[in-house]
């Protein structure tokens, strides 16, 4: 596997608090993106970044901020945290420039919004 | 922009038939396509890609640009291949993937 890890790997919270979710890579690459995983949706990219304070928006970033102040870490900030954001929430990464290559994933943080 | 779509949430087939998993497309560049796999308990890994034309575990897959399509085919399931199967799409434009639905593939003894 790929050295990228997420934390925490469950949480359960209340709506209206804050939420970070940890990406961490050892493989230094250029790419990480944060996905949401839901039934009938497959995943969509939230936000994505290529390189340290280098971030992008993805097709759902409502809700959800980013920030990349080293190349090894992502992390993904629900200011304040809703019902619809209770999902699985994926990481990956990728080194790979123009069409992207392979991504390689994390294991997933569970996130449940009571 | 573009979009991925997997018409089939599940498809259920008995050990040893073939199975067909249903990718369509729309982009109006010129796309890559990639079927990635999520086996149960595992991490989502790359399954295989168009550019490389490669049978990976027994799977093929055609890019059909003419009916923007990317079905992924086996013609013998085997009970390992249950899983969940995602179609994905990169694009020129930038370094992100879109996926599709998933389908989720159950293949019974």
């Known amino acids: 596997d790929a050295g990228i890890t997420q934390s925490p790997r469950h949480k359960v919270t209340e709506t209206g608090t804050p939420v970070t979710l940890r990406c961490h890579q050892t493989e230094n690459h250029r790419y990480m993106y944060w996905y949401r995983q839901d039934p009938g949706h497959g995943l969509r990219l939230i936000h994505y970044?290529?390189?340290?304070?280098?971030?992008d928006k993805g097709e759902v970033s409502d809700g959800y901020s980013v920030s990349r102040s080293k190349t090894e870490d992502f992390l993904l900030t629900l200011e304040s945290a809703t019902s619809s954001q209770t999902s699985v929430y994926f990481c990956?990464?990728?080194?790979?420039?123009?069409?992207?290559?392979?991504?390689?994933f994390g294991e997933g943080s569970r996130l449940t919004v009571l | 922009a573009q979009r991925v779509t997997q018409p089939e949430k599940l498809l259920s087939v008995f050990k040893g038939a073939p199975v067909e998993l249903k990718c369509n497309y729309s982009?109006?560049?010129?796309?890559?396509l990639f079927w990635y796999v999520q086996y149960s308990r595992q991490r989502l890994q790359l399954l295989l890609r168009?550019?490389s034309r490669e049978s990976i575990k027994g799977f093929t897959a055609d890019l059909n640009k003419g009916e923007t399509s990317f079905h992924l085919k086996k013609p013998f399931a085997q009970e390992e291949d249950s899983a969940m199967y995602y179609c994905?799409?990169?694009?020129?434009?930038?370094?992100?993937?879109?996926f599709g639905g998933g389908t989720r593939v159950l293949v019974k003894p």
């Open positions: 168009h550019i």
């Open positions: 994905a799409l990169s694009t020129a434009a930038g370094n992100k993937l879109t």
């Open positions: 970044s290529y390189g340290v304070k280098d971030t």
């Open positions: 990956a990464i990728s080194g790979k420039t123009g069409n992207t290559g392979e991504l390689f």
């Open positions: 982009y109006s560049g010129s796309p890559e």
